[in-house]
């Protein structure tokens, strides 16, 4: 078991969604191992979606945050906090809900400890007037290996544990939001935003919108991971889905049908271990809800995949866009894949 | 057992914290008393004949339908028949179910009408308007129906289930929580007679047993809010099987998130998810309760082990280096410690009562926990873990029956 040192700090920033646009954004940006006099300059690249937190069911982990303040809103003192979303049997001071614990004021740090009890696909997200700061983009990807996790030992790089047929080679997050940009920019121009009125305009896939989805990892400096999906036929395909935006989704890919074995970081199993897990051809998710699904590659080619709410595939009102993207199979030329969604 | 069931369908007025105060149509149990949202709450037992009798004031005929029930018979004087939808001369759908007209309808039916069916099996159900259900519903006619299984004993652990013995849904506690959704608009154009199009539907409040938090959180019968009897604070002690029923009132579908831990659902709208020996239940963090859906779940929450004796392995900065009471006040009691109290900022106010901890839950369409933009707000409550023997006797819900 290890014990895993991050800290993440909370300022705000710009991203870009298609047609040259830069969003007003809050977010979470990666100051581990950064020294302590060089954390300012941090300030004002926060990140959409924040840096992937992933560890073993047993290792402890220490998560400073970090409130770095706004600086493009720096009249707003607002404080910050990290909740594990679905953490089983966490203690209110861990758990980010400042109506009943503590929040982390501007320039101030605070440790949360973290030791996952239990594998699967969570969510981490400020917790502090949530309507706001998670529209604003503080929230990242959070997954949790089984104690047994093996990369180098195939019927050990499983997503729920050694025997549970959860085996996959590649893995790749799909977390999806939503971008009201009304609600954005009257938060850049200091302007109250009735939240009741919430209409999204663009529909985002890791953060982005498509074609930016498939560009590659690190293609957009503060929108740090494609969508694109890559595989070797025949190779299995774990797909992590997050929905943190405040709609309900349904995904689809064309040709590919899914198994889904895990929903909300449990395995679907009943009382006395009844496995029921099932196939599906899209996934509809309510907000605030993860999935795992697996499916084995097909035949080389393209696939899309999209929201089959089609009118959520747009950019501002125009297709294409929004959660597109795809999965591009190989014949057998792509090397192991070295980390999530890479 | 026959159970004789008397409501009235009336108007009043609910009160939600930002001061807005809404005109509702919904039941009560008495004649001449304002409306309560939801309608008061109705458990009987598996096997009973339950008698429920409206008496209509409002100024449009109105009826009750009651999913998930079979064999309903409606009597409007002459006797009891088959309950069924009401089609006018052009074929038209007009009612989902027999109606009580409203008072006065020169040629119409009665005011009053009475339906009985058998509570053939165990569940959460939902009772709720038949007519114009589209806005009727909305104002607020609609309710929860709690059957218990025939072997329903709840001095005997074994006996004290959802579902009936050996169906693995033993509870020590258990709370209902009725979902909906209010647009003011809505509610105003019906209070003084004028068009509203259901098209234009645009909620700005939600709700939890018709109260928008904080209110939420408040005791049942508190006594500014006359209207809404029902608290939907949830409090249990650590390893406790909490059964929470969760029913969908409204007319949209909301994802309820729990902090603290996965519940275990174990039926869904009274049907136990059961097949033969096989358990077809599962855990989720989220639940899409959809419109005029009900979920059966078991929560317990059991920590981590801490207290003063085995710390905490993080050091707890200085008071004033912390966020506390962000919100004006705060449920927190100043301790990482269940059942220990420490120091809150003066001017806060804390309603943490013996160090219980809080854990949110709430709608995960974050507007939803606003009033009208207004965070906190709306869809949401806490689970109070109170500790070990603090919290006294579990009780379980009453009702009419
Ligand atoms: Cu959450
Ligand atoms: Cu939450």
């Known amino acids: 078991m290890a014990t895993i040192n991050k800290r993440f700090g909370a300022t705000d920033g710009y991203i870009r969604v298609p047609g040259g646009s830069e969003i007003y954004i809050f977010g979470w940006v990666d100051l581990t191992g950064i020294p302590e006099n060089e954390i300012f300059s941090y300030r004002g690249k926060a990140q959409l979606l924040g840096p992937l937190l992933e560890a073993k069911v047993g290792d402890e982990v220490y998560l400073t945050l970090t409130n770095l303040g706004m600086p493009v809103r720096p009249d707003l003192d607002d404080s910050h906090t990290i909740h594990w979303h679905g953490f089983p049997n966490q203690i209110p001071v861990w758990d980010g809900v400042p109506e009943a614990s503590i929040s982390v004021l501007v320039g101030r740090d605070f440790v949360y400890y973290y030791k996952p009890l239990a594998p699967g696909t969570y969510i981490y997200h400020c917790h502090f007037e949530p309507v706001e700061h998670i529209q604003m983009g503080m929230v990242g990807p959070l997954l949790v290996r089984p104690a047994d996790y093996d990369p180098g030992n195939p019927a050990y790089k499983t997503a729920y544990g050694h025997g549970t047929g959860t085996e996959f080679d590649r893995e790749y997050f799909i977390f999806l939001t939503e971008l009201d940009t009304r609600a954005h920019q009257q938060i850049e121009a200091v302007q109250e935003y009735d939240w009741t009125d919430y209409k999204p305009d663009y529909w985002l896939n890791n953060g982005r919108s498509y074609p930016d989805t498939v560009e590659p990892s690190g293609a957009l400096p503060y929108q740090p991971y494609s969508s694109l999906i890559r595989a070797n036929s025949g190779d299995k395909v774990l797909l992590r889905f997050v929905n943190l935006g405040y709609q309900q989704h349904s995904i689809e890919i064309l040709g590919v049908p899914l198994h889904v074995i895990g929903q909300d970081a449990q395995r679907p199993l009943g009382l006395n271990g009844e496995n029921l897990s099932y196939r599906k051809n899209a996934l509809y998710f309510a907000a605030g809800q993860t999935m795992d699904a697996i499916f084995t590659a097909p035949s080389a080619g393209t696939y899309p995949l999209f929201n089959r709410d089609y009118h959520k595939n747009v950019n501002a009102g125009t297709a294409p866009g929004g959660m597109v993207s795809e999965i591009q199979i190989l014949a057998g030329s792509l090397p192991p894949q070295p980390g999530p969604g890479q | 057992m026959i159970r004789n069931i008397n409501l009235w369908v009336t108007d009043g007025y609910i009160s939600i914290p930002d001061g807005n105060s809404i005109y509702i149509w919904g039941y009560t149990d008495a004649a001449g008393k304002r409306a309560q949202v939801p309608g008061p709450r109705i458990v009987v037992n598996q096997g009973d004949v339950v008698n429920i009798s409206i008496t209509n004031t409002l100024p449009e005929a109105t009826s009750v339908v009651f999913p998930g029930q079979s064999g309903v018979t409606a009597d409007t004087g002459s006797g009891p028949q088959p309950a069924g939808p009401k089609y006018d001369g052009g074929g038209n759908l007009v009612s989902l179910t027999d109606f009580a007209d409203y008072p006065g309808n020169p040629g119409g039916n009665p005011p009053t009408i009475t339906y009985t069916f058998t509570a053939h099996r165990p569940g959460t159900f939902i009772y709720e308007s038949g007519t114009n259900p589209h806005k009727q519903v909305q104002m607020g006619l609609y309710g929860a129906i709690i059957v218990r299984p025939s072997d329903y004993d709840p001095a005997v652990p074994a006996k004290k289930t959802a579902y009936g013995e050996n169906t693995h849904t033993e509870f020590d506690r258990e709370y209902l929580v009725v979902v909906s959704e209010i647009d003011p608009v809505l509610h105003q154009a019906v209070e003084q007679g004028k068009d509203y199009k259901i098209r234009d539907f645009l909620p700005r409040y939600w709700t939890m047993n018709g109260r928008s938090a904080p209110d939420t959180m408040n005791s049942d019968n508190a006594g500014y809010m006359p209207n809404q009897p029902y608290g939907a604070m949830i409090m249990a002690e650590p390893d406790e099987k909490v059964l929470i029923r969760y029913a969908g009132g409204g007319i949209e579908n909301h994802p309820l998130h729990p902090h603290g831990n996965h519940t275990r659902i174990v039926a869904l709208d009274g049907s136990l998810l059961k097949n033969g020996t ?124």
């Open chain 2, 278 to 401: 096989e358990d077809l239940s599962y855990k989720k963090f989220t639940v899409l309760v959809g419109a005029g859906q009900t979920y059966d779940q078991v929560f317990t929450w059991s920590g981590l082990g801490y207290n003063p004796s085995n710390p905490i392995p993080t050091v707890m900065p200085n008071l004033r280096n912390l966020g506390v009471g962000d919100a004006g006040w705060t449920m927190w009691s100043g301790s990482p410690y269940l059942g220990e109290k420490g120091d809150v900022p003066v001017g806060v106010t804390s309603f943490n009562q013996v160090g219980e901890y809080h854990f949110m839950v709430h709608s995960h369409e974050e507007m939803q926990i606003t009033n009208w933009g207004e965070f906190p707000g709306g869809m949401m409550t806490m689970i109070a873990i109170f500790p070990t023997g603090t919290l006294g006797d579990a009780g379980t819900i009453e009702g009419l029956g």
